[in-house]
């Protein structure tokens, strides 16, 4: 067959955009490549799915914006040449790589090197990922960009618009993409609230271990959150009705075991530092509503749970200058489980369900925010938060007591959907070195009913007890 001049010129021109492509998407190719290497269909699926048009699209478009990918970070770093996508350590042969303490958090390192509680048994380096929000967050954020939009992180503890108006209840432009302080970084990480409007688990299980690694107790429940305000990707856009200043709103409602069924909470966050929360529970052995104070956050979501109402998702607390301290502390790298949820999760465990027999870690660029209480009022006397460079979501979160132990670590996996930027979550290891006690959360992320749930009742403690 002959083929003419045009044709040939053609033809160069889409093999030269499809090099382009590849060039400008290396995390695509990398898993690509991995997924080959490995043969299972799970990483086969995920590369498939971060290779689709509209993925690439949108993670092209938000590294535009933001000016580089978590890939590129990676690939101008100056890396130990062994920590590459394919590489397994574990106990036995973990002292062959003396550089693995600069990227593994201590609090992992010591699962991995347990013989007893808590084991962490085999990492496996996967291929660094990208990782974004939705198109509507995108295009809200660069339009402020490109306005020229400044936003003001006060020292009262508001975010405030040019024009003096909370910034999280009156519009939907992320605030600092390159924060510059501590206090910039945690405004931008508490933006970026939950990664999609409409938030629904059912269910969302909690398996409670104890220091023997057995499962003591388990607790099972349907959980919502929404945001209120600057919503551009689903029903309805812009306010949610009857929410004037109120950031977001999330509720609880307990299915099992039988002696908590019932157990129903709700917490609409304001966005007026000087005005708490409104949260409420309702205990259904009383038949009362109980109304909490901000002080209330700090206690367990229910008996034998190490994961607290302040914790809802990973962070919760609200911004207050006065009594803490907010330190950019650091930037570099760390290995955290990839956000691959929406196809599989990363982490196996055992039989006990208490002990991860195998876990896949990618590197991952990020800030460090240090969170210091200054008055010595509250549980934690310092939160140490691994916010991603790319996402601006947590990786790792480390907990202190007020005498400076370890007390809580927290380590998810987000549900995330390449295609359209929206995440919710697949799992979440809570734990606590001390008392040596385990908290796992699996979600059963809703996706068929996000565009109808939650609902305004959702938010009103008196009509979610009657929820069935």
Known sequence: MKINRYEIIALAILMASATSAEAQTPWVEAWKTYAESTGDPNHKKWAELIALPESVKLAQDWADLRGYTASELVLKADLPPDLKPGLKINSDNVANYPWLKDYLPPAIMDQLMSSEWFRWGEIEIVPTNSYYMSRGTLEATKQAVEAGRKFTATPEGNLLTEAGEHALATQGALPFIHPTNGLELNWQFVAHGVSIENLAFKPVTFDVCDSSNKIERQYEGHLWWQKFHGRSDIQPLGDVPNTEGIVEGGGMYFLKPFDVRGLAAVRLRYADADKDDDFRVFIPGLRRTRVLAGSDGQDPMAAGLEITWDEWRGYW??????????????????????????????????????????????????????????????????????????????????????????????????????????????????????????????????????????????????????YR
């Open 317 to 466: 607390l609200k911004t207050n200058p006065r009594a803490f301290d907010y330190k950019l502390a650091g930037e570099g790298f760390i290995l955290a489980q990839p956000e691959t949820g929406h196809v599989y999760d990363p982490a196996t465990r055992d039989a006990s369900r208490c002990h991860i027999s195998k876990v896949e870690l990618e590197l991952r660029p990020v800030w460090i925010l240090e969170i210091d209480d200054k008055k010595g009022d509250y549980q934690y006397s310092k939160r140490r938060i691994f916010i991603d460079k790319e996402n601006y979501y947590l990786q790792h979160e480390e907990m202190y007591d007020r005498r400076g132990n370890l007390w809580r670590v927290w380590d998810d996996v987000r549900d995330f959907d390449p295609r359209s930027g929206q995440s919710m979550w697949k799992t979440v290891l809570e734990w606590n070195p001390i008392s040596k006690r385990l908290t796992h959360l699996l979600m059963d992320s809703s996706w068929d009913t996000v565009e109808k749930e939650p609902s305004a009742t959702t938010f009103d403690i008196d009509q979610l007890r009657d």
